[in-house]
Each structure stands twice: as C-alpha cells, then as structure tokens.
C-alpha cells in the first residue's frame, strides 16, 4: 500500500513538473531521477562490450526484450560525445520495435535528438507519444505506466535516429 501512495504522488509531481499524463500513463522529458523514482528496479540496455557495426537482435533475451527489426545497429567508442554515459549506442533506421517477453510498466531512453514512442500491449496501440524533442547527448525522456504493453517502437518522424541507453 505504502508503494501504491508513493508512486500516486510520483505521478501527480512528475505531472505537473515534466511531462504529460494520458489515460495512465505518465510522460517524464528530461527528468531521469522522477522516471527512476516513479519505476523502482528496472532493466539496462548500454549495447557495450559489442564491436562498432553489430546488429542487435537477440542479444538482451536474457533480459527480457528482442529487438525485431533486425536493421539497428552498435556506434561509438570510448568518450564518444554523442553517447556520454558510456560511449556506446545504438543507431537505427526509421525506427527501433522492442519486443518484451513480459508485461512492462515503464520504458525509457537517452537520446540526442527528436524522437517518438509507441507502446502496445497484445498487438493494441495502448500509448502514442507527442513528438519529444532532444536537446543533444545525454537528453532523456521516458514513460511510466498503469497499463501494461508488450511491445516498445521508438522512432523520429525525420528518420534516423540514434539512442545511448534503453531501460524498461
């Protein structure tokens, strides 16, 4: 009960403080400590320890999530100023689906620049995002949610979009 009353009053701060809420779901631009209060345990993605160039597909199963376009690829290197947390990230082309072996509640990312979230839940659009623009390395942007999905699409209505780190 206590999480319950926590994560109620995480939602109505994170509100008014830095995004949007639609139908259970919360929208945090910029601020990654509220996403990671609001979240409690959540997963990593960093795509380290992988040569420049490789695709991701099923490499985070272990963790939960394939990545199903089969076109995203590892960038970066050590103090790459487009990736600050680590130096790696992943570029892609029009966009990037995320499938999750289980339901998720919240999904979030480091980005550089303008980007899209969709988020499903058994085939059914559950969330569409406003466009969230980027404001160079680093920036963040995430959702939390009371309605469960399955699957994440992150894109740019531009094309081509590039992301640090991935956490779900």
């Known amino acids: 009960m206590r999480h319950a009353a926590t ?9 008014a403080c830095s995004g949007a809420a639609s139908a ?5 631009n910029t601020d990654f ?10 997963e990593t993605i960093d795509f380290t320890g992988f040569q420049f160039g490789t695709i991701i597909t ?4 272990d963790q939960g999530v394939d990545f199903v376009d089969g076109n995203d690829y590892v960038i970066g290197s050590e103090g790459s100023v487009v990736f600050p947390i680590d130096g790696w990230g992943l570029t892609v082309g029009d ?3 995320l499938q999750f072996a289980s339901p998720q509640y919240s999904f979030g990312l480091h980005h550089p620049g303008g980007l899209r979230i969709d988020l499903f839940w058994q085939g059914e659009l559950v969330y569409h ?9 680093g920036w ?4 939390v949610s009371t309605t469960p999905f399955d699957k994440a ?16």
């Open 58 to 61: 099923d490499q985070y199963v």
């Open 95 to 97: 966009s990037a689906t």
């Open 33 to 42: 400590d509220g996403w990671k209060a609001a979240t409690g345990a959540y």
């Open 7 to 15: 994560m109620g009053m995480t939602v109505v701060l994170a509100s």
């Open 24 to 28: 259970g779901f919360t929208l945090y």
């Open 140 to 143: 963040f942007v995430g959702v």
């Open 153 to 168: 699409l992150i894109y740019d209505d531009d094309g081509g979009l590039a992301v640090d780190n991935i956490y779900f």
């Open 129 to 137: 995002s406003p466009p969230l623009p980027g404001s160079g390395p």
